[in-house]
């Protein structure tokens, strides 16, 4: 429509259906005075899905953000459109639109004029600035009369639709968000997460998110990415992730585990070093003989008179703490630390102290080799 | 009414002697009243004696004034060759300067910048004569420049004692007052607002202009607030590098003082030069938040 | 962080132009240091013959030893008097919020933009005014009035890193308001204060304007060089420079590394 410089490129991705490969990182590495802060990654992210990478801070994810919006590239590897290299190109010659961590709103300009900026850059006419203005601070829920408004005295949960606004002016084909909600109070990010996600779906753009909360991951995106010291874990959807982990750093990721290590004894069946002299019943994947066995604290059992279960343990409660709905204890094995999580209605309110017996049930724990 | 308003003074006194702020202002305001406020005070009323009087506030006269403004003097030129000579150093030293500032914020690192910054106040501390005497050999006849003409057999320029002289004299001293503002001005505009207008598709050129300079301005304004009214108070450069090939005002003040012995004259000279440089420095003064500038940046 | 062409283009361009405006700066510099060092009573370059003839006759004249020794009692008691009322001034100028702060931010910066001349000759008709002998004393004063305020935005740039939090963390440990100043206060604004100290040093040390109408028979390095430079050449005029710069600048290595080891010893090198 208009002639700017990544037409190129934008016509590249306008080209590829959805739900086909987008975006494809071959063998991406990235060094920083030779210490290696991506390692070997391999992704595709597909045309308009939700993906978010997530990962502890320093592991490398803003680096791979920062190689898509063309801020920074690759030391080897590379990055494919559709089937066009664009490692080495520069960011306004991308389909990719970046919104900071910190907004990077202009401060010396309106609400308005914000969002318009792309579109002046473009050379779009005023009155057609002005509309489109207008239309995306409707998408992004202000109120029409912010377009007058300093930037800067905007709270900080409308510098956030703003900033996002901006971005849509942009019209590239992607945008990528540098976790803009981290510095929101809890409240308003799960708000915030919900237009987020509402968004996504009425842009009909693709969308790449990076967080390091998995919850905040989860909560929106069609599909994660894990990273862990420049290398990505695990890629699937929310449910793969949380059913399937590949690794305890994957389980660890998601919240409280409880992670046994085991291995098949020479006297036959399994073992674990947390629990001497005790033998498991596992469901192993393959003829892998050791691994770790994972189990949720809500997949751990009461037992009780008459509860079948495949694996028991005897424990003594060391803490309760309410979680409204749900309780945890944390419970001791010997040395080992247990955390159980049990509704409400389970509860016993004096178990402190006491010794309690609990158990899973071998489907319901996880086996990882590493 | 009278008691009112003295009542008001009195308490708003109290406050400000009982505040911690107050309390430590306190020696400068002394300071300055007595070094800063009083001797204008004194110029102000040497400005309306009689012209070639000897004392203040006995007489009453605005023949001084009037002998600025209606023309039986060529004094209103040394005004304009003060004025003109500093708007020029000061547009040529905002470009000079701003490239610099650029690099010492995001091109060379921290290190490096602290000494280049050494490098840049030093010669505040050597005292300007001796360094505007350093160009004089330097394009003196017999200088560096001409030898060096000489040697590949040609003869150096004559451009010691022009006005242009003069002018490259005041670039070269207040090179410095410049450059720190214009460095704390660019140090104020996050990079995050660089990469976004990148990002958003702008050129280099529209980012600067639409994007940088804005956000630079307090501090290039201060810096060519500074440069100019410095430059048109200044007397040396026309002196040593200009060899009065031009006369600026504070040479005329000067003369008036000493040589022609006429202080009211020179008193109404300095009084239409402080209301020049004091309304621009007012003006410019409510335009900026010096917390912003010089805090947290 | 330049990957295009044209970033690493600019970014080159910008070197060389720093490198040349440095380069412009120190020339003169340098040129005076080569006069010194030539032999001839006129200067000629290519200089035919060096020597140190002009520095020895310098150092030994009774006449520039009287004039070192003026400069230095001026620049001392300067930087003192400057030092301690410019500490007040910068911690009302940046640490405390007061209801006339905005107003004494501006007001104290408003000797800063004044013409130094101006100032000069308006202090000398003050001290003629109330009958004060022009002498080494009156030139203090006029240093002071421009000086205080420079050396007080020096100490408080120091100031606005400081963290007031501190201080009541002090308080709440029982320590008196002295103490919290002797122990906490001072220590942490020493680097501030110290480089305050250098600029107040160096500022009168080189100061002709003011000093020109307020030193009466007490004369200065810079006001002995401008009259010398008027009144014809003698190698001398380029020598006496060279000395005060060296000078000028051996005092500000040092402190300038005394700045740096305090900032390393706070951790915030």
């Known amino acids: ?370 | 009414m009278t008691k009112f308003s003295v009542q008001k003074i009195k308490s708003s006194l109290t406050e400000f002697i009982s505040s911690k702020g107050g309390k430590c202002a306190l020696p400068v305001y002394i300071l300055l009243t007595l070094g800063f406020v009083a001797p204008l005070f004194m110029v102000l009323g040497f400005s309306f004696a009689t012209p070639r009087s000897f004392s203040a506030f006995t007489s009453f006269s605005l023949d001084n004034f009037i002998q600025i403004f209606d023309g039986s003097t060529s004094v209103w030129r040394s005004f304009l060759w003060s004025i003109a000579l500093a708007a020029f150093v000061t547009a040529i030293l905002a470009v000079v300067c701003y490239p610099v500032a650029v690099g010492m914020v995001r091109i060379f690192g921290s290190k490096t910048s602290t000494f280049i910054s050494i490098l840049f106040v030093f010669p505040l501390f050597v005292s300007e004569n001796v360094r505007l005497y350093g160009w004089i050999l330097f394009f003196g006849k017999n200088g560096v420049l001409d030898g060096i003409c000489k040697l590949l057999g040609f003869h150096g320029p004559d451009i010691l004692f022009t006005p242009g002289m003069t002018a490259m004299g005041l670039a070269y001293s207040y090179l410095p007052y410049m450059l720190f503002p214009v460095i704390m001005g660019v140090a104020l505009v996050p990079k995050d607002l660089i990469t976004a207008a990148r990002d958003l598709g702008s050129s280099r050129l529209r980012t600067w202009w639409q994007i940088e300079l804005p956000l630079a301005m307090p501090g290039v304004l201060i810096g060519m607030l500074l440069t100019f009214v410095l430059a048109t108070g200044s007397m040396s450069e026309s002196k040593i590098l200009g060899g009065q090939s031009i006369i600026v005002i504070t040479n005329d003040i000067d003369v008036s003082f000493t040589f022609s012995q006429n202080w009211p004259q020179g008193a109404a000279l300095a009084v239409v030069l402080t209301l020049i440089i004091g309304s621009l420095t007012l003006y410019a003064f409510k335009k900026i938040d010096l917390d912003k500038l010089m805090g947290r940046s | 962080m330049e990957y295009t062409k044209q970033g690493r283009r600019n970014r080159t361009l910008i070197i060389i132009w720093t490198i040349f405006v440095i380069a412009f700066i120190y020339l003169p510099v340098i040129c005076d240091a080569l006069s010194s060092i030539s032999k001839g009573r006129y200067f000629m370059f290519p200089i035919k013959k060096f020597s140190l003839d002009w520095w020895s006759k310098t150092a030994n004249s009774i006449e520039i030893s009287s004039l070192v020794s003026n400069s230095l009692l001026i620049a001392f008691v300067v930087t003192i008097l400057s030092t301690v009322i410019a500490f007040c001034g910068a911690l009302a100028f940046a640490r405390f919020s007061w209801k006339g702060k905005k107003l004494f931010q501006k007001i104290i910066l408003l000797p800063v933009f004044f013409p130094q001349p101006v100032l000069g000759l308006a202090l000398l008709l003050w001290f003629n005014a109330i009958g004060i002998n022009l002498s080494w004393q009156t030139a203090v004063f006029a240093h002071l009035v421009w000086i205080t305020p420079v050396v007080t935005l020096v100490i408080a740039i120091q100031v606005y890193g400081f963290d007031p939090t501190l201080e009541d963390a002090a308080r709440d440990l029982g320590a008196t308001p002295f103490q919290i100043f002797y122990r906490i206060t001072l220590p942490l604004l020493w680097p501030g204060v110290w480089s305050g100290m250098l600029f107040a040093f160096l500022l009168s040390w080189g100061n002709f304007p003011l000093s020109l109408y307020t030193t009466g028979v007490d004369n200065t390095v810079p006001k002995w060089l401008y009259s010398k430079m008027v009144a014809g050449y003698t190698p001398m005029v380029p020598t006496l420079g060279t000395m005060s710069t060296l000078g000028a600048a051996g005092l500000m290595l040092v402190g300038a590394l005394t700045v740096y080891m305090m900032h390393r010893r706070q951790g915030r090198a």
């Open chain 1, 1 to 370: 429509m208009i002639s700017s410089k990544n037409e190129v490129t934008q016509n590249v991705a306008e080209e590829i259906k959805p739900g086909q490969p987008l975006l494809d990182l071959v063998n991406v590495c990235r060094d920083f005075d030779k210490v290696k802060v991506i390692k070997n990654v391999n992704l595709v992210v597909k045309k308009n899905e939700f993906f978010t990478l997530v990962g502890p801070s320093g592991s490398g994810k803003t680096t791979i953000l920062k190689m898509l919006a063309g801020m920074d590239q690759p030391t080897s590897g590379d990055i494919v459109l559709g089937s066009k290299s664009i490692s080495t190109l520069p960011p306004d010659k991308r389909p990719t639109c970046m919104v900071f961590q910190f907004l990077a709103l202009f401060p010396h300009m309106t609400v308005g004029q914000n969002i318009e900026f792309p579109m002046r850059v473009k050379g779009m006419r005023a009155e057609d600035c002005i509309a489109k203005a207008q239309k995306l601070l409707d998408l992004v829920h202000l109120p029409e009369d912010y377009y007058n408004k300093n930037v800067m005295k905007c709270s900080g949960g409308e510098r956030q639709r703003v900033a996002i606004a901006r971005a849509l002016a942009y019209d590239s084909e992607i945008i990528l968000f540098d976790e803009p909600l981290s510095a929101i109070d809890a409240k308003l990010r799960k708000t915030l997460q919900k237009e987020l996600k509402d968004l996504h779906r009425r842009s009909g753009k693709t969308f790449i998110y990076i967080t390091h909360s998995l919850e905040e991951a989860m909560f929106m995106s069609d599909r994660v990415g894990v990273l862990c010291k420049g290398e990505l874990k695990q890629v699937g959807t929310p449910e793969e992730i949380y059913a399937h982990p590949v690794s305890r750093f994957v389980a660890e990721f998601i919240g409280d585990v409880n992670i046994f290590p085991i291995r098949v004894k020479p006297t036959g069946g399994w073992g674990s070093t947390d629990f001497p002299g005790q033998l498991f019943k596992v469901e192993p994947h393959g003829d892998d003989l050791e691994g770790y066995i994972i189990v949720r604290p809500e997949a751990l059992k009461l037992v009780k008179e008459g509860t079948q279960v495949d694996n028991v343990i005897e424990c003594k409660v060391l803490n309760q703490f309410s979680l409204g709905s749900r309780s945890q204890f944390q419970l001791a094995c010997g040395k080992k630390e247990i955390t159980l999580e049990l509704p409400r209605s389970e509860v016993d309110l004096n178990s402190v102290g006491k010794t309690i017996k609990i158990g899973w049930n071998a489907h319901d724990a996880i086996f990882v080799t590493e």
